[in-house]
Each structure stands twice: as structure tokens, then as C-alpha cells.
């Protein structure tokens, strides 16, 4: 394949390579009669062959397919590639190989957010929390909530937009799980809850995702993970065990804010908010008087809120 040539594959052009990762390979592209910009990823050549893989990827495609929310990447399509796309790629792309196109959104962390206060932090938390609570609500555990998989979005010059992306490993709640799943541990282990770090499947609920959360608040408000440690191992042993460092934050934050990430990170499940949308209201009750007018573009509480019935009902 000439570098200047563009690929063909089902309604999309792929135009160029924006990453390339261990299972597969991420491609900017163009829906053809459409015009707009997407973001396709194709399983590589190395992964194709591979049952787990496969169901590793195709879980992707069933979690992200029932979910519609703003600061969640949107699915677009879905599909195999056929052999002219095959061939048009010099044999990049294998025939047969799963695809499927979302939104392109900025290679951009919320880990890039500039200027970063308590207005800042809480509104980006919020818009999580919702995001989360719109996923839990439907039966998906994300299972890998990191800084990395929470990309900024335009927002016009205002408080950071977020979109939750990722959900290579998501966890589909009362979705039987094949034999080599049970009991396997997969994440990024300075976030991943006690359960998870376990294996302990059976456990996994939307307390799991909150427990990254608070890892993630950890960070956000100190520059700091909660755990440092030396090998995986010491890692691990500090979230099964050790008590969460007190939080020493770089700016003004509520007097509740250390409670606050206590209870998303506390060691048994049973112990941290149980839902997103629980969370979520006790962060909007944290205020700081001294932090200036509350900005009227944070996260709606009654999008919260809509999600808490719905997961009631």
C-alpha cells in the first residue's frame, strides 16, 4: 500500500494510522457519504487467529453498542473485512478480520488539562459519574477506568468536555462468563479494585468502576497515585491491604473531598458508594466557598438523577 493511497472499507475511507496496539490497529478515517471524520479499529494480523481476542474484541462492539451518551465515544458501525479492502492494503488489514467505526475524538487526556482547580476537577468527575451511571444502568462494567481512557473534548474555550472510551474489557453484568474469563484478571493495576485485582468476577458491579474512580480523584487532586510502589506485586498488596494514604491536594478543595474518595476506595465493595449516581450526589454537595460561582455548564444533576431511577426501575 502507497502511504498517499486511502483504503475502502465497508462505508468508510481510511486515510491514515493514528496507533497501533497490541490486539489492534487504529485508523482515522471518513464516513464516504457523510463526510465526517471517525475513528476505525481493525483487529491486527497477529490477533485474528486468536478465540480470545476475538471475544475480547467483539465485547467491545456489544458494550459500546448499547450505549448513547455525550461523554461516551459513540459506536458507529460495525463489520469484517472484505478482500478488496484486504488488498488495497498491501495485506495490513486481514480478510475476515473484525472492524468497527466510532467517534474520532482528541488524543488528549483529562491528565492534559490545564489550570486545573476544584471547579475544573468536580465538573470533569461529574461528567464520569454520569457517563458511568448511563453504562452501569445498562449492564456494563467498564473494568479499565484510567486517566488514558478519558479523552478531552471541544468545549469552546469553557470547562473541559470528557469522553469515556475503552471498553476493550468491559465486564456485561449477568452475561455468563466463558471458562478462561472466570477468575481472570485484566485492567491497569493502579486502579483496579480489590475484587478485580482478585479475579473475584462474581463481584463485579458498578462499585468496581467507582474504586478507579477514586484512584483517579486521588490523582487529580494530588498529582500523586494513592499507591507507589516498586513491582506489580507491592502494587497490588498496597490496594488488597494497605490504608489509603491521607490526601494532601496541590489546590483549595471542601473539607469533604478526602472522605469523600475514602468511600469510592474503600477495600470491600459493599463499603464504597454502590452506585455512580450516589457518588455523584454527595460530590455536588461539596462546595468551596472561596472557589467562585459554581459554573452553570457543570454536569445536569437530573441527567444524574434519571439514571438512578432507571437503575431503581
Not at 498491501?90 to 492534559?112: C, D, H, K, V, W
Not at 485492567?187 to 467507582?210: C, I, N, V
Amino acid at each position: 500500500m502507497n502511504e498517499s493511497e486511502n483504503i475502502e472499507l465497508g462505508a468508510f475511507t481510511l486515510e491514515a494510522v493514528l496507533g497501533k496496539g497490541g490486539m489492534a490497529t487504529v485508523w482515522r478515517g471518513s464516513h464516504r457519504a457523510l463526510g465526517a471524520p471517525v475513528a476505525v479499529k481493525v483487529m491486527t494480523r497477529d490477533m485474528a487467529g486468536s478465540p480470545t481476542a476475538l471475544r475480547a474484541f467483539r465485547r467491545e462492539v456489544h458494550a459500546a453498542a448499547g450505549l448513547d451518551h455525550p461523554s461516551i465515544i459513540t459506536l458507529y458501525d460495525f463489520g469484517l473485512v472484505d478482500g478488496a479492502a484486504s488488498d488495497a492494503s498491501g495485506g495490513n488489514l486481514i480478510e475476515g478480520s473484525p472492524y468497527f467505526a466510532m467517534e474520532l475524538a482528541s488524543p488528549q487526556t483529562i491528565r492534559e488539562i490545564e489550570n486545573l482547580d476544584w471547579r475544573t476537577a468536580r465538573h470533569v468527575l461529574l461528567q464520569i459519574l454520569d457517563a458511568l451511571s448511563h453504562a452501569h444502568a445498562r449492564g456494563v462494567v467498564h473494568r479499565d477506568l484510567k486517566h488514558d481512557n478519558v479523552l478531552l473534548s471541544n468545549s469552546g474555550g469553557g470547562l473541559p468536555s470528557v469522553k469515556l472510551s475503552d471498553f476493550g474489557i468491559a465486564h456485561i453484568i449477568d452475561y455468563a462468563a466463558s471458562p478462561d474469563e472466570a477468575g481472570k484478571t485484566a485492567g491497569t493495576p493502579s486502579y483496579m479494585a480489590p475484587e478485580q485485582l482478585q479475579g473475584l468476577w462474581r463481584d463485579y458491579g458498578p462499585w468496581t468502576d467507582l474504586y478507579a474512580l477514586g484512584c483517579m480523584a486521588y490523582e487529580l487532586f494530588s498529582g500523586n497515585k494513592p499507591y507507589k510502589r516498586s513491582s506489580t506485586r507491592a502494587l497490588v498488596e498496597a490496594h488488597l491491604h494497605a490504608p489509603i494514604p491521607e490526601l494532601k491536594p496541590r489546590f483549595l478543595v471542601p473539607e469533604g473531598l478526602g472522605p469523600w474518595i475514602c468511600k469510592l476506595m474503600a477495600k470491600a465493595p459493599g463499603d464504597r458508594f454502590q452506585r455512580a449516581a450516589d457518588a455523584a450526589r454527595e460530590l455536588l454537595k461539596l462546595t468551596v466557598l472561596s472557589a467562585g460561582p459554581e459554573p452553570e455548564e457543570v454536569t445536569s444533576p437530573l441527567l444524574v438523577m434519571k439514571e438512578l431511577q432507571s437503575e431503581v426501575e
